[in-house]
């Protein structure tokens, strides 16, 4: 329902959007065929970035990679999001087509105290560039992490410095 919600609320919008889905819906054929039909109905998919929560729970990675490419094929970008909170399997990020990876907020949220924190968000922005894969910071709360974040490269941040979570758009 949330899906079908979603496209429709978001069909007369000029904004790109995201939708998070675990590899598990994916492998629901009833939630597959959902998908799928949305994006066909749907008038520009290249405004729709689908997002993949990070596990290393994945049994079928060939029918997960079929879905990326026949999604990707239709205009649809891919995210994997909160990376480096299980299992960072840079392997197979490596084999996936996708377009950015989000890194999990945690290590975001206090990278201008946390030197760990810091060295584990370079490592991942350093990794996603030389794969051509463009990274976006969660928990972006104030200018000093977003300097920080734009001092590592990132492209893309969120978080309560730019908007706290409200319903409308």
Do not use: W
């Not at 959007?17 to 998919?45: A, G």
């Not at 997960?64 to 999604?71: E, G, R, S």
């Not at 197979?92 to 950015?100: C, K, Q, V």
């Amino acid at each position: 329902i949330m899906v079908q919600e979603t496209f429709l609320y978001m069909k007369n919008k000029q904004v790109n959007f995201s939708i998070n889905l675990s590899y598990d819906d994916i492998l629901n054929h009833r939630i597959y065929k959902i998908i799928l039909d949305e994006i066909n109905r749907f008038p520009d998919p290249g405004r729709i970035i689908v997002e993949f929560v990070e596990t290393e729970a994945i049994e079928n990675f060939d029918y997960i990679k079929n879905f990326i490419d026949t999604i990707r094929q239709k205009g649809c970008k891919i995210a994997i999001d909160d990376f480096g909170v299980e299992y960072s399997n840079f392997e197979r990020i490596s084999e996936l087509d996708i377009d950015f990876i989000k890194i999990d907020g945690k290590y975001i949220k206090n990278i201008n105290t946390n030197q760990k924190n810091y060295k584990i968000a370079k490592a991942i922005t350093d990794f996603a560039h030389s794969m051509g894969i463009k990274v976006i910071a969660e928990f972006v709360e104030n200018e000093q992490i977003q300097k920080i974040v734009e001092s590592l490269g990132i492209e893309y941040s969120q978080g309560y410095l730019f908007s706290k979570p409200n319903e409308e758009i």
